[in-house]
């Protein structure tokens, strides 16, 4: 992409002053305000006039006064057809990036005056943000406007010109008409992709037309038929089709009739794009387009000439990152994990190409994407020649993209969301087929029924990191699988009388479940990495949940994080990252023995299931002496006895004697269990770390602190030990 206002200053045709706020257009010798943001717009358009279409800069006057009635108002750029800039050829009217549609369409009419008040006849408008781009030939005499791919180059006209704008491999194609050269698409930058994304999901929303979040999931849809469609083959000059086809007049006179066709064309062409991507990638292309022929216009617009594919991968990552991450805060925030603790976590694990890596709750990618960097820079540091080194580029980009499309997996509920993964996994080329759209806690048989993707299966995978739903329940009644899981089932008290055997939980909230459900996913030795709510970690209810993760996992490290984590996204539980490496098989079998056998020696040494039997038949033979007494006294029958007042509070009493001796027996074994635990399971280390700053506050605004850098250094060095 080329850097017009730099090439302006080499060329002598602009100027700054020092903090760059005023710049001067050197021939006019017009001095203006660069801060404001239509200027920007109107230089670099000034400079594209002369250095692409390649206008005489003596022939361009900026801030033309045009008599309006009985206003004076002023054209921005006006190109003349004559020395003397007495025959206006072609009027530009510039505008700021972010012009809503309303705007722009505003700015069209507004130019469209500017041209016919002029004293002669002007023949083509020009209508840019420098973002979207509208061209038209106009004729005052007939009072029309006919929308054309661009406006003629200097010295050419449009006439057997081509009904589209950009063809495949341009430079090696001239128009043998004696017309300018056909425009390839072209790369941009991470904040003009950026601002075409935003402005193209705007459209679609318009205020309220669309949902925020059906207007995203439509443009996602879009942008997967950009990308499919620069990846089909072409001759050199052959058109893409992602673009607007122009009817000339000569063909449909009537301008109403001329767009609806056009529109009607591309809306034929795209959804053609799109089937062809369905037999792809029935995830991808599982719903039809919703938009009408003239919304797809409008979107094709912000992003027909940009080449997505080729643009580079950090930029267009970036961009596609910070525009799902400012719209996630506020629509899907329950699937947006904050960036500086994605970055941490992937960070300390000993990531490489040859993993195999899962998130069972994987949202929009965030996860995905950090491992995928992790091991392209990886190839950097192996092959750092590989932009000059063809041998080494080969290498460099096998490295990471194999792992990307082999290595790399996600599994989200959401259709929206998953479709908004996958989009994602494209724009940083791909790995996006093994993404699906599934519940995360079904089982692999049921995820390759439901998703023609076989891969997902347990014992396989070296890292799991994620970020599972918290707050929610699965139920029995809803969900049939809750009885396949462990933790799905009443947990056993080793100290009850009588062992009762194990029956399904009503419900179980979903973050314990994937838990368990990560665990299988697992190989042995595998790494999970996972944010939990505190709740976990600390509530005396959820103890069964601890012993059972100390029964699967080594804990390798408990993170904190502080209470405004996840508070941008509407989130306020207190929450941890725990690192957990799966023990071995034999591992966990031994720690279960070695658990039930320290059970078993307190229980036999203690007598407790004996004085527990003993205890039981003193209440009965007091309970029966006591109703007994009432009885005879009252001369009633034992049930009766059993009813009275003196007899309830009498029976309360004696209850909580036994109570009170039992709960004292029980902590005296339950310390008893866990002094011995100490002694007789592996003793090691955990990493241990509180984070109080991490990069950003409650709003989501970046900080200056982020204690998570630290702390993954030292973090990293620990797991390395491991």
Request: aromatic share 12%; with cysteine; net charge negative.
């Amino acid at each position: 992409m080329k850097d017009y206002i730099q090439i302006g200053i080499e060329k002598g045709l602009i100027s700054f002053n020092e903090d760059k706020s005023r710049i001067t257009y050197i021939f006019q010798k017009k001095e203006r305000n660069y801060n404001n943001p239509e200027e920007k717009v109107q230089a670099e358009t000034f400079l594209r006039l002369i250095l692409d279409y390649n206008y005489p800069v003596s022939r361009i006057r900026l801030f033309v006064p045009v008599t309006m009635g009985s206003e004076i108002k002023e054209a921005d750029i006006i190109v003349y057809d004559d020395d003397m800039c007495l025959a206006p050829h072609i009027v530009v009217e510039c505008k700021r990036h972010d012009i809503s549609e309303a705007e722009f369409l505003q700015a069209i009419e507004q130019a469209y005056s500017y041209a016919f008040s002029l004293p002669c006849n002007v023949k083509y408008i020009w209508v840019t943000s420098g973002i979207r781009n509208e061209f038209y030939e106009v004729d005052k005499n007939l009072n029309t406007r006919n929308q054309i791919p661009d406006i003629p180059s200097f010295g050419h006209n449009i006439l057997n010109r081509k009904p589209y704008r950009y063809v495949y491999k341009a430079a090696s194609v001239h128009d043998q008409e004696g017309c300018e050269l056909l425009r390839d698409i072209e790369t941009i930058d991470q904040a003009d992709l950026t601002r075409r994304f935003k402005l193209a999901h705007q459209t679609l929303w318009n205020g309220g037309e669309l949902e925020p979040s059906d207007a995203f999931d439509e443009l996602d849809k879009l942008i997967f038929c950009k990308i499919w469609d620069e990846r089909k083959d072409r001759h050199a000059g052959d058109p893409y089709d992602f673009q607007i086809f122009y009817i000339n007049k000569e063909d449909i006179k009537d301008e109403d009739k001329r767009r609806k066709k056009e529109n009607e064309d591309l809306y034929k062409r795209i959804t053609t794009l799109y089937e062809e991507g369905r037999k792809r990638d029935k995830e991808v292309f599982r719903d039809d387009i919703q938009l009408s022929p003239e919304k797809l216009r409008a979107v094709v617009g912000y992003i027909e000439g940009v080449n997505l594919n080729k643009t580079d991968l950090d930029a267009k990552g970036r961009a596609f990152e910070t525009f799902i991450g400012s719209f996630f805060r506020g629509d899907f925030g329950q699937y947006f994990t904050p960036r500086p603790i994605v970055d941490f976590i992937v960070d300390v694990l000993p990531i490489n190409n040859q993993s195999r890596v899962l998130d069972t709750s994987c949202g929009s990618g965030g996860f995905l994407l950090y491992a995928l960097n992790k091991v392209r820079e990886q190839a950097t540091s192996y092959y750092p020649e590989y932009e000059k080194d063809p041998e080494d580029r080969l290498r460099w980009h096998n490295h990471w993209h194999g792992f990307a499309e082999n290595n790399l997996y996600g599994i989200e509920l959401s259709k929206k969301i998953s479709r908004t993964a996958k989009m994602n996994m494209i724009i940083h080329d791909d790995g996006h087929t093994n993404v699906v759209r599934n519940d995360g806690l079904e089982s692999p048989s049921q995820i390759k029924q439901n998703t023609d993707n076989g891969n997902f299966l347990y014992d396989s995978f070296d890292f799991i990191i994620t970020n599972p739903p918290f707050g929610s329940s699965i139920r029995q009644s809803e969900q049939a699988y809750l009885k396949n899981y462990q933790l799905g089932k009443k947990e056993e008290d080793w100290l009850a009388v009588k062992a009762q055997p194990k029956s399904t939980r009503d419900s179980q909230s979903t973050e314990v479940l994937f838990i368990e459900q990560d665990y299988k996913f697992l190989k042995e030795g595998g790494y999970l990495a996972i944010v939990l709510p505190d709740g976990i970690l600390t509530n005396s209810s959820m103890q069964y949940v601890r012993t059972q993760i100390e029964d699967w996992f080594r804990i390798v490290a408990v993170v904190s994080m502080p209470q405004t984590a996840f508070a941008a996204n509407g989130a306020g539980v207190k929450s941890s990252v725990l690192f957990l490496r799966k023990w071995k098989n034999e591992e966990t079998k031994e720690l279960v023995e070695t658990k039930k056998n320290i059970e078993n020696e307190l229980l036999r040494d203690s007598d407790y299931l004996a004085l527990r039997t003993q205890w039981d038949k003193e209440i009965k033979q007091k309970q029966k002496l006591k109703a007994d007494e009432i009885k005879d006294k009252q001369r009633i029958s034992t049930t009766a006895a059993k009813q009275t007042e003196e007899y309830k509070s009498w029976n309360s009493v004696i209850l909580e004697e036994y109570a009170t001796k039992i709960d004292t027996l029980k902590t005296s074994l339950t310390e008893q269990y866990q002094q011995a635990k100490q002694k007789k399971l592996p003793n090691y280390p955990i990493f241990m770390a509180i984070a109080e700053e991490i990069g950003y506050d409650a709003t989501g605004k970046k900080t200056a602190t982020n204690e998570l850098d630290v702390i993954g250094e030292e973090l990293k060095k620990f797991i390395a030990t491991l």
